[in-house]
């Protein structure tokens, strides 16, 4: 069964040290409750990207919150990302580090919306991570709680508009994009010389990737998340222009970006490209 989540207050509370020995500052505009844990937790049985571990003890040792990942580590980050590529310049492991994220934060958002008609605060100091010597990156969720209200502006970094999108659909937007994104593209664009054209590509087909994964594991949850997907991509979304988005009851997705997110150019993808592409309708 699933649950509605109901707000618990006003304040996330205290939150582990960041390896400083300080503690996180708690967001005002959340509400925390088991509620969220329950359905995170049913949200697991998706997949591995739709899966992170929440509470007060880690699931292991090394994790540290994402904001600091964004500052200094991200070129060791990338580096990493680039050595299991094959020996990927630091744009391509940059681009392909990126998009990583994006799609494990658009799997936990967009899923969580799916089956309970909420999102989850995905705010960048609120969500922790590690890279294990195999595998890809693992996420912890210390303290889960549901992003309530509008976000002050001074809250959201380079706050983007939402001028045509409801409040289920704006409220992924400020989770992931406003609250997680922005701060890593930021990083990313300065330091990896990569566009926003790039950025936001990665951004939309990490969306649409979780969006198939939904379609494919969870026909029929209480709110469908293609319509949510579609107001992020359509005319006046966030993501508007990064490519073309249709979806037919029956017949699925289809998404072309109108950007390549470079990976073609890693030695590990031989040349190849992504079934989303741009190139793809400029081969012959």
């Known amino acids: ?36 844990r329950e359905v995170l937790r049913e949200l697991a049985a998706v997949g591995p990207f739709f899966d992170v571990p929440t509470g007060d003890t880690p699931p292991g040792g090394g994790f540290r919150p994402l904001t600091g990942l964004y500052a200094d580590p991200l070129g060791a980050y990338v580096d ?9 310049d630091a744009r391509v492991a940059a681009s392909t580090a990126q998009l990583g994220i994006a799609s494990r934060l658009w799997s936990l958002g967009l899923g969580c919306a799916a089956l309970a008609g909420r999102v989850p605060d995905l705010a960048a100091d609120r969500v922790w991570w590690r890279l294990p010597e195999a595998g890809p990156l693992e996420l912890w969720l210390p303290e889960p709680a549901e992003l309530q209200g509008e976000l002050p502006e001074a809250a959201v970094p380079g706050p983007l508009p939402r001028p045509a ?14 609250r997680n994104l922005a701060e890593l593209d930021a990083a990313a664009s300065a330091r990896f010389a990569l566009s926003p054209r ?9 969306l649409v990737g979780a969006l198939r994964v939904l379609l494919d594991r969870l026909p029929a949850p209480p709110h469908p998340p293609a319509p949510l997907v579609a107001e992020l991509l359509g ?26 997110c470079l990976y073609y150019r890693a030695p590990a993808g031989g040349g190849g490209l992504c079934g989303d592409c741009v190139l793809r309708t400029r081969r012959p």
């Open 1 to 36: 069964m699933i649950r509605a989540w109901t707000a618990r207050g006003r304040g996330a509370g205290p939150r582990p040290p960041d390896g400083t020995g300080r503690r996180a500052a708690a967001c005002p505009t959340t509400g925390t409750g088991p509620e969220v």
């Open 80 to 88: 990493e990302v680039g050595r299991r590529l094959g020996g990927a």
């Open 165 to 178: 999108v409801g409040p289920l659909a704006g409220a992924l937007a400020r989770t992931v994009l406003d």
């Open 198 to 206: 790039i950025l936001r590509g990665n951004a939309a087909s990490a």
């Open 235 to 260: 005319e006046g979304g966030p993501l508007a222009g990064s490519g073309a988005f249709v979806h037919e009851e029956g017949l699925g997705v289809a998404f072309v970006r109108r950007s390549c």
